[in-house]
């Protein structure tokens, strides 16, 4: 254990972006006097006559729902990117710009309103982990695509407009800025050593067990050393694949099983249904040879204190660096502690 | 006008960062169904007996503020940067980090509990332009110190605890990632062309006048080509300057005067104290030739639709790229309005 990283302020190295964090352990004392957030208890109905994605229900634009029974998938009816829009480029002195194409999902992972992914069961979970593989596959095969991009926005303080459990798949022609840099240090250091940056990362993690919350036969979850978020946490399999079509046999169960396990953690940390983005950054569908990839999964939660205070990325963070008050291994104290208790 | 630009999703790259943004002009006719933001319409005392920052209260640690008359600067209290702290290097493997040094000030805009910039004149922003001087000056002459960020969050949804009329400055040893991306980017156009990167882009903006807000006889006001924020502004000086201590005789006035326009325009745009992050990047102050620098001020301001509803940066943006629905274009146009009527 480097006990300096616990004690001064420093920052430490994203090894996927090349970017760093600043970490001020002792700025956690400071008194909070700002902005809290809303928590809302409201028991949610299965079923809400409301709600675009319930079964059945229809859509702003007239569609109706199917009566789905586990996960049901459709195009974004108010997509960023679309296909078939114009092509173009400017190039115009100091103002660049090109066009975009795309094609934006919506994906329902269970036709129950009340629900979130902390509250299914890992083999509900898995179905959701299929259609994901469905749809960076499917998407992927279209010519105008080269990387898909899975996320879900999750409660209201993360701009989530629906507490149906959802997420969405915005995929396109170009890669996006944080993949663009995640592909050039993967490729760089797969360059120079012949190994999965990431894999190697792991193994480092799983001799320390300082950061690692929990581990299957497949995958570890571990609170990042260059975490940016209070709570940040990352699902990374084991050995390096690409992309989730790569996952064998019974490894869909297992990443549905680590997802279960830090969902779950996360709603009992402050007692809330806990906000998060989330995201899987794995290889484009480019067609290149994209061996140095090793796909991820990463959890952003904003809460900070509690289920009303939030860290506020802001001032310093926009115009500096991303800066963290409490130390990944804290935060990894506190969470391991609510995965092996059993209660 | 590029008229393809006001149509279809498209990317525009940010000279000064080497990033996109995506713009997805049609995405603004969407509903918003999510949260909404508390808005305060309380009217604040112009003295507060249990706020920090007024003149002669009692801070956290026991020091009283001075009767203060117009701006008042000290360390804060709770700096997430310190002098004094333990130099270590973490270079273990895949884990990178170094101990950071620092000095953390804050600077009361005014006595007046009840103001905001926006609600100053530009002859008494114009001391708070003199002590962003001083204190870049001599933080920049401590040898720790190689950069200076000077910043403002306002608003409690930008994390603001404290309503009274107050900015940061927050100086350190290395270069934070965003100023890194912009020292590298000017440095790279200023060895090519022998010119500066933001003077040739303002030139170019000056001639075709769809994005410029106000201009004075030093300074423009412009919603950027590649803004993210709907209502993302930029104060830059006409001719290149390195740093804030290049502003010669009015110019200091100039520079107060164009932060009034701007910040009254926001604030009558939703009829609210309207909220952002503030920011100046200018040159580091570390003794380097730095004669690729080109000041700039920039507000960072979240709301999208009304005083309620902001955008979210969240899912896409955090694993993608940052995205906007509307384009900088008529951001420019809404604002321009306000800017000269006379209302
Ligand atoms: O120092 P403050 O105003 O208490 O804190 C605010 O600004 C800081 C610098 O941008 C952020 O790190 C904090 O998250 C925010 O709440
Ligand atoms: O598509 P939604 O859920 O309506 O919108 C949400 O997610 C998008 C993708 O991260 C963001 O651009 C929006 O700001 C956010 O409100």
Redesign the interface.
């Known amino acids: 254990m480097?006990t300096?990283?616990q004690?001064?302020?420093?920052?430490?190295?994203n090894?996927l972006t090349g970017?760093?964090v600043?970490?001020?352990p002792h700025?956690a004392?400071?008194?909070?006097?700002?902005?809290n957030e809303a928590v809302s208890n409201e028991v949610r109905p299965t079923y809400d006559p409301s709600c675009y994605l319930c079964a059945r229900n229809t859509r702003?634009n007239g569609e109706i729902n199917p009566k789905y029974k586990d996960v049901f998938v459709f195009t974004n009816?108010?997509?960023?990117?679309?296909t078939g829009?114009?092509s173009?480029t400017?190039d115009?002195?100091?103002?660049?710009?090109?066009?975009?194409?795309?094609i934006c999902k919506v994906i329902c992972f269970s036709p129950d309103h009340s629900k979130s992914l902390a509250d299914m069961t890992a083999k509900d979970i898995e179905k959701v982990v299929f259609a994901w593989q469905k749809e960076y596959k499917e998407l992927g095969d279209n010519k105008l695509i080269n990387y898909v991009?899975i996320?879900?926005?999750k409660g209201?303080?993360?701009?989530?407009?629906?507490p149906h459990p959802h997420g969405?798949i915005?995929s396109q022609t170009?890669l996006?800025?944080?993949?663009d840099k995640k592909d050039q240090q993967q490729l760089d250091y797969f360059n120079k050593n012949k190994s999965s940056?990431l894999g190697?990362?792991i193994k480092?993690e799983l001799a320390k067990k300082e950061r690692i919350l929990f581990e299957n036969d497949a995958f570890v979850v571990i609170i990042p050393?260059w975490a940016i978020w209070p709570f940040e946490t990352m699902i990374v399999p084991k050995e390096q694949q690409h992309s989730i079509l790569d996952l064998k046999d019974k490894e869909s169960f297992l990443f549905a099983e680590a997802i279960s396990v830090i969902t779950k953690a996360y709603d009992k940390l402050f007692n809330t249904s806990f906000p998060y983005?989330?995201?899987i950054?794995q290889a484009p569908t480019n067609g290149k040879d994209n061996n140095h990839w090793h796909w991820h999964m990463?959890f952003?939660p904003p809460l900070l204190r509690s289920a009303t205070v939030k860290k506020?990325m802001?001032?310093?963070e926009?115009?500096?660096?991303?800066?963290r008050?409490i130390t990944p291994e804290l935060a990894a104290k506190m969470l391991t502690k609510l995965i092996t208790s059993k209660a």
């Open positions: 480097h300096d990283l004690d001064y302020s420093h920052k430490r190295y090894i970017e760093w600043l970490v001020s700025r004392k400071r008194p909070w006097q700002g902005q702003i009816d108010f997509a960023a990117l679309q829009s114009k173009f400017v115009d002195g100091l103002l660049i710009a090109q066009s975009e194409q795309g991009q996320f879900e926005n209201a303080v993360m701009g989530c407009s629906n969405q915005w170009t996006p800025n944080e993949v940056l190697d990362y480092q050393f983005s989330s995201g950054h990463s952003y506020f802001v001032g310093y926009m115009f500096g660096s991303p800066q008050d």
